[in-house]
C-alpha cells in the first residue's frame, strides 16, 4: 500500500526538486574541496542573497506557467523597474512609495500582457515576446540610455540586498531574503488554499472546461499576469539594490532564468502543475551549481553546459516518472 | 507532507557538513590570488591572463608560492554576473583580489563587502568610485585618448568631420578615451567637427558592427576620420567601412587596444593608428602590487601602466613587437 503512495505521479512530482537539491548537495559533499568551502554560512549567505531576484521573478512566472500561460517579459520588466525605482529615488520618495510604484508599474505591464491576450486571444509567446522589446525599449528611454545613479541613495532600498557588512556569517541575512521567505510562503498558501489558486490550476489543466465550470477566465487570466508582473516589479527593486543603480541593460535572458528555476521546482509548460516552494528551491539550486561551479574552478563553459543538462534532467523525470510508476505497481 | 522530510533531510546535511568542515583550513603556505576580468572572450583579457601568469611565474622562481585563479563573469558584460564571481570568492575565502569593475559604481559594495571580510582588491583596468582598494593600476585612458586625438588631427591636416563611436553605458575607462580625444580635439584641431559622439557600441563585436553600419549609413558620405575607443569597436567600425568601400584610408581610423584582426587591418592600410595599452604589464603590476601588500609593504595608490601610439611604420620595432603580440604562449599555453 505504501509503495503504491510513493508510486503516485503527484507525490513524486511534489519531491522531484527537493530530491534535485538533495543530489546537488550530497554530490558537494562528496567532493573534499567543495565541503570545506561551499557548507559555511558566508557562502550560503552568499548563495540565498543571489537567489532573490530570479524567486521573486519564479514566483510571479509559476503563476503563470500553471496557468498553461508563460511570460518573456519577466527579465525585460525587471530592468524597467530597477530604472522606476532609481527614478523614483532621484526623485526624494520614501521606501514605501518606492515600493509601491516600482511594483504598480510592474502590475501595469502585466496588465498590458494579460489584457491583450485575453481581449485578442493571442499567444501568451507572442504577446509577450513583444513586450520583452517594449519594456526593454522603456527602460533604456527611461534612462536616457545608461546606467542612473541616484545623488542620494535611498539606504532602506540598497539594504535589502545588501551583506557587505558582515560577509563571512550566516546571520543577519538581508532584509530581500527574508522578504522572499515570507512571499513564499504567503504565495504558497495562495496558490494552494484560496478559491483563486484553484482557478490557476482549473484553467492551466483545461482551459474549456475550467469555462463551462463557470470559472471567469479572462478575469483570471488578468489578474494572473498583473500578479506575475507585480513580482517582477519587486524583482526590479531588489535587482536595482544589488547594483546600487538603474540599469536597463540587466537582466537580459534572466526570463530564461526564471523559466529554467520554475521548470526544474515541477512546473509543465502544458499548464496545470507547479508549486510556489519547488520554484524557489529550483531557483536557489540553480545558484548552487553556479556558485559551487565557481568553488571547482570550473570555466564558465563548464558551468553553461551543467546546468543546460540539470534543465533537461530535471524535465527528463516527466518521461521517467511513468516507468518508475508502473515499477512499482507492479510490485504492490 | 513527506516532501518536509527532505527539506528537513537537506538542511541537517548542510548542517552537519557546516559543523564539520570549520576546521578545514586549506592554503599550504602559497597565496591564493584570484583575478576577475570584465570578460574573458576580448583578446585583451588573454593578455590580462597572460601578464598575471607571468608574475605567478617570477613569484614562484623567487621562491613565493602564488595561486592565480582566472574567473570572469559568467555572462560577457553582465554586472550583476561579476559580482556574484566577486561575492563567491569572498565567501571563499581567497588571500586578495585582482578586479577590472564593469562598473565604477556598481562593483563598489562588492569591493567594500572583499574589505570587511579581510580581502585586499587591486582594482586594474577601469577605475572604482570608492578608495577601499588596495591600489589602481591602470593605462592613464584620457591620456589615450588625447593621443588618438592628435594623431587623427594631424592625418587630418586639422580640417574635416569626424566620428566617434562610444563603446558601452558605464564603462569608466572606455569614457575617459572618448574625453580625451573629443578634449584633444576642442584644444587643439578646432576645424575639425565632430559628426556623431553620442552613440553607443555596446558590448559585442556583432553589436557594434550593427551600430557601426547605423551610423555610416547616416554620416558615410561626409565622414573623413572615425575614433573607435576600444577593439570591438575598431574592428567592427573598420568591417563597416570596408563593406562601403570606403577603408584603405579613405576614412582614417584611430582605433584603441590590438587584436589579431585590428593589427591586419593596420597592415593593411585600413587603420591608420592604434593606440595600445600594455595589458600584460597591467595584470603583471596588479598581482605584484597585490603580492607586495599582502606582504606588509607599502604600495602606491595609482600606478600607470603607459600607452603607445602604433602606426603602420613603427609596428616592427622589437619595442612595438613586444606590445602587439605579447608571447601569450608563454604563459597560458596553446590550449588559449
Known amino acids: 500500500m505504501k509503495l503504491a503512495q510513493f508510486g503516485s505521479g503527484d507525490f513524486l512530482k511534489a519531491i522531484r526538486p527537493f530530491v534535485g537539491l538533495f543530489v546537488v548537495l550530497l554530490l558537494f559533499m562528496m567532493d573534499a574541496e567543495l565541503r570545506s568551502v561551499f557548507f559555511k554560512g558566508g557562502n550560503f549567505k552568499t548563495i540565498l542573497t543571489q537567489t532573490v531576484i530570479v524567486a521573486t521573478g519564479a514566483m510571479g512566472m509559476t503563476m503563470v506557467i500553471v496557468s498553461g500561460g508563460i511570460d518573456l517579459s519577466a527579465g525585460s520588466v525587471v530592468a524597467l523597474c530597477s530604472v522606476v525605482t532609481a527614478r523614483l529615488i532621484e526623485q526624494g520618495h520614501g521606501l514605501a512609495a518606492v515600493l509601491t510604484l516600482t511594483v504598480l508599474i510592474g502590475g501595469l505591464v502585466g496588465l498590458a500582457n494579460g489584457g491583450i491576450i485575453t481581449a485578442f486571444r493571442m499567444m501568451p509567446f507572442i504577446v509577450t515576446l513583444g513586450m520583452m522589446g517594449i519594456a526593454r525599449g522603456i527602460s533604456k528611454w527611461l534612462a536616457n540610455n545608461q546606467t542612473v545613479n541616484p545623488d542620494e541613495p535611498l539606504e532602506s532600498v540598497n539594504r535589502l540586498m545588501d ?22 510562503v504567503v504565495m504558497t498558501v495562495v496558490l494552494r488554499a484560496t478559491v483563486f489558486g484553484r482557478y490557476v490550476f482549473a484553467i492551466g489543466s483545461n482551459e474549456d472546461t475550467a469555462r463551462l465550470c463557470g470559472i471567469r477566465v479572462s478575469s483570471n487570466k488578468i489578474a494572473i499576469y498583473v500578479l506575475a508582473g507585480v513580482f517582477f516589479g519587486l524583482a526590479g527593486v531588489m535587482q536595482f539594490s544589488r547594483l546600487t543603480q538603474g540599469d536597463p541593460s540587466v537582466a537580459i535572458g534572466l526570463e530564461l532564468q526564471i523559466i529554467a528555476a520554475v521548470v526544474i521546482g515541477g512546473a509543465s509548460l502544458s499548464g496545470g502543475a507547479g508549486s510556489i516552494p519547488g520554484s524557489v528551491i529550483g531557483a536557489f539550486m540553480m545558484a548552487c551549481l553556479a556558485n559551487g561551479s565557481g568553488i571547482k574552478d570550473w570555466p564558465n563553459y563548464m558551468q553553461e553546459i551543467i546546468i543546460g543538462v540539470v534543465i533537461i534532467l530535471a524535465v527528463g523525470m516527466d518521461k521517467v516518472e511513468p516507468i518508475l510508476q508502473r515499477f512499482f505497481r507492479r510490485r504492490t | 507532507m513527506k516532501s518536509w522530510i527532505l527539506v528537513a533531510a537537506c538542511g541537517a546535511l548542510i548542517w552537519v557538513c557546516g559543523c564539520g568542515s570549520q576546521s578545514g583550513d586549506s592554503a599550504g603556505g602559497g597565496l591564493s590570488i584570484v583575478v576577475i576580468p570584465k570578460g574573458t572572450t576580448h583578446e585583451f583579457w588573454k593578455s590580462i591572463h597572460a601578464g598575471a601568469v607571468k608574475a605567478q611565474q617570477e613569484l614562484e622562481a623567487a621562491g613565493q608560492r602564488v595561486e592565480i585563479i582566472w574567473k570572469g563573469p559568467l555572462k560577457e558584460d553582465d554586472r550583476d554576473e561579476q559580482i556574484k564571481v566577486v561575492e563567491n570568492f569572498i565567501a571563499r575565502g581567497v588571500d586578495g583580489m585582482v578586479l577590472a569593475p564593469l562598473d565604477d559604481k556598481a562593483l563598489v559594495r562588492p569591493v567594500e563587502t572583499a574589505g570587511n571580510a579581510d580581502i585586499p582588491v587591486v582594482i586594474i583596468d577601469s577605475g572604482l568610485e570608492s578608495d577601499q582598494y588596495a591600489s589602481f593600476v591602470a593605462t592613464d585612458n584620457y591620456i589615450g585618448g588625447r593621443m588618438g586625438g592628435e594623431h587623427l588631427g594631424r592625418l587630418l591636416g586639422g580640417k574635416g568631420n569626424v566620428l566617434m563611436l562610444r563603446y558601452a553605458v558605464g564603462s569608466a575607462s572606455t569614457t575617459k578615451r572618448e574625453n580625451g580625444f573629443l578634449d584633444e580635439l576642442k584644444e587643439n584641431f578646432p576645424g575639425i567637427k565632430v ?9 559585442t563585436r556583432d553589436l557594434a558592427y550593427t551600430a557601426s553600419q547605423n551610423l555610416l549609413s547616416r554620416y558615410g558620405n561626409e565622414v573623413n576620420g572615425v575614433f573607435c575607443p576600444n577593439e570591438s569597436v575598431t574592428v567592427s567600425m573598420t568591417k563597416a567601412l570596408r563593406d562601403i568601400g570606403k577603408a584603405g584610408g579613405k576614412v582614417k581610423v584611430i582605433g ?17 593608428g592604434l593606440v595600445v ?4 604589464k597591467m595584470a603583471y603590476l596588479g598581482v605584484m602590487t597585490l603580492v607586495d601588500h599582502l606582504g606588509g609593504k607599502p604600495v602606491a595608490k595609482r600606478i600607470d601602466t603607459g600607452v603607445a601610439l602604433v602606426t603602420r611604420d613603427n609596428m616592427a620595432q622589437p619595442d612595438m613587437q613586444a606590445l602587439l603580440d605579447p608571447p601569450l604562449e608563454k604563459y597560458l599555453g596553446s590550449g588559449n
Not at chain 2, 584603441?256 to 591608420?272: C, E, H, I, M, P
Open chain 1, 163 to 184: 551583506n557587505s557588512q558582515s560577509p563571512l556569517t550566516f546571520f543577519p541575512l538581508p532584509d530581500g531574503v527574508w522578504l522572499v521567505l515570507g512571499l513564499a
Open chain 2, 195 to 203: 559628426l556623431s559622439s553620442d552613440q553607443y557600441a555596446g558590448a
Open chain 2, 256 to 272: 584603441f587596444d590590438t587584436s589579431v584582426q585590428s593589427l591586419r587591418d593596420l597592415k593593411s592600410g585600413d587603420v591608420q
Open chain 2, 277 to 280: 595599452q600594455n595589458p600584460v
